[in-house]
Nanobody
Framework: QVQLMESGGGSVQSGGSLRLSCAASGDIHSLACLGWFRQAPGKQREGVAS????????YSADSVKGRFTISQDNAKNTVYLQMNTLKPEDNAKYYCAASRYPCYSASWFEHALYDYWGQGTQVTVSS
């Protein structure tokens, strides 16, 4: 089993930055892909960015390219999402997710790929 705990959410003005953290514990050596998803009220959960631990590949949604960066600190068993130039449309609850299987460009955003999910952290961007 794997446990994921997000932190770093909060309120920020448009144009500001936040860094989300996801600390993994448990059977972390079984994990191959780690990602971030978000869900705004009334909308479906969508993939934001993912990191494949088997080959170092990263993937991100077009809506966040150039603004958000996913990274990993193996020593701390933590995945980060650096979010810059935040916009009101980034308002959502952000979830960390982990998979025992590698992620690829055609699959990283699929909910069904991920075996483990965190409880989420709220990000609020005001205009």
């Amino acid at each position: 089993q794997v446990q994921l705990m997000e932190s770093g959410g909060g309120s920020v003005q448009s144009g500001g930055s936040l860094r989300l953290s996801c600390a993994a514990s448990g059977d972390i050596h079984s994990l191959a892909c780690l990602g971030w998803f978000r869900q705004a009220p009334g909308k479906q959960r969508e993939g934001v960015a993912s990191f494949d631990a088997t080959d170092g590949g990263t993937y991100s949604a077009d809506s966040v390219k150039g603004r958000f960066t996913i990274s990993q600190d193996n020593a701390k068993n933590t995945v980060y999402l650096q979010m810059n130039t935040l916009k009101p449309e980034d308002n959502a609850k952000y979830y960390c997710a982990a998979s025992r299987y590698p992620c690829y460009s055609a699959s990283w955003f699929e909910h069904a790929l991920y075996d483990y999910w965190g409880q989420g952290t709220q990000v609020t961007v005001s205009s």
